[in-house]
């Protein structure tokens, strides 16, 4: 149960784009199409905003978008916001009903 | 709405219960989960109980010391931890399971999370 790998930080300038990797192995990212994504703004509650590798629950801005190839999961976060200011984590099944997130990754906008 | 407690400082080799109460949905239709994130770190999966209470599935971290349960008639959750050591100093926060009646891991609401500080 090793974390996935996710940069730590990213920044963007309002209105760009910017693309958040999820790298895992065959067991977790690579073998499920169960890869999650949450925003998390320090001292609140996390927020779904992907599942199932590309999907967009309920509410959540089209602006985001999630994708994968093999074993690397990837949000792109599009027309950047001040809003976007906030902490983005992965999680994936790993089987045997566990999961496992990534270290998360400080998104900054310019 | 989900909200932890009985979070505090406890020293190492001793034990705790956290504790969330959960309203606004049908908490006995639903898996739940504890996600743990120690300061300046990821979160981490703590382990699940099945919306009936009859399965449980826990992160290696924690096996065998920590204990999920759950009391349907009172939408609570729990999580009793046995012989705590200081890298199990975190937040912990409680997290619904999407899935009807099923584990999904997508955690569609959290609690604000309850610090636990495991020192002597």
């Known amino acids: 149960q090793s974390a996935l790998t996710q940069p730590a930080s990213m920044s963007g300038s309002p209105g760009q784009s910017i693309t958040i990797s999820c790298t895992g192995t065959?067991?977790?990212?690579?073998?499920?199409?169960?890869v999650s994504w949450y925003e998390h703004h320090p001292g609140k509650a996390p927020k779904l905003i992907i599942c199932?590798?590309?999907q967009r629950p309920s509410g959540v801005s089209d602006r985001f978008s999630g994708s994968k190839s093999g074993n690397t999961a990837s949000l792109t976060i599009s027309g950047l916001q001040a809003e976007d200011e906030a902490d983005y984590y992965c999680?994936?099944?790993?089987?045997?009903?566990?999961?496992?997130f990534g270290g998360g990754t400080k998104v900054t906008v310019l | 709405q989900l909200v932890e407690s009985g979070g505090g400082v406890v020293q190492p080799g001793r034990s705790l219960r956290v504790s969330c109460a959960a309203s606004?949905?049908?908490?006995?239709?639903?898996?739940v989960h504890w996600v743990r994130q120690a300061p300046g770190k990821g979160p981490e999966w703590v382990a699940i109980i099945s919306y009936d209470g009859r399965h449980e599935s826990y992160a290696d971290s924690v096996r065998g010391r920590f204990t999920i349960s759950r009391d349907n008639a009172n939408n609570t959750l729990y999580l009793h931890m046995n012989s705590l050591r200081p890298d199990d100093t975190a937040v912990y926060y409680c997290?619904?399971?999407?899935?009807?009646?099923?584990?999904?891991?997508?955690?569609?609401?959290w609690g604000q999370g309850t610090l636990v500080t495991v020192s002597s």
């Open positions: 999680c994936s099944y790993a089987g045997g009903s566990t999961w496992v």
């Open positions: 997290a619904k399971d999407a899935g009807f009646e099923a584990a999904t891991g997508e955690f569609d609401y």
């Open positions: 065959r067991s977790d990212v690579g073998g499920w199409h169960l």
């Open positions: 606004g949905f049908i908490f006995s239709n639903y898996a």
């Open positions: 199932k590798d590309t």
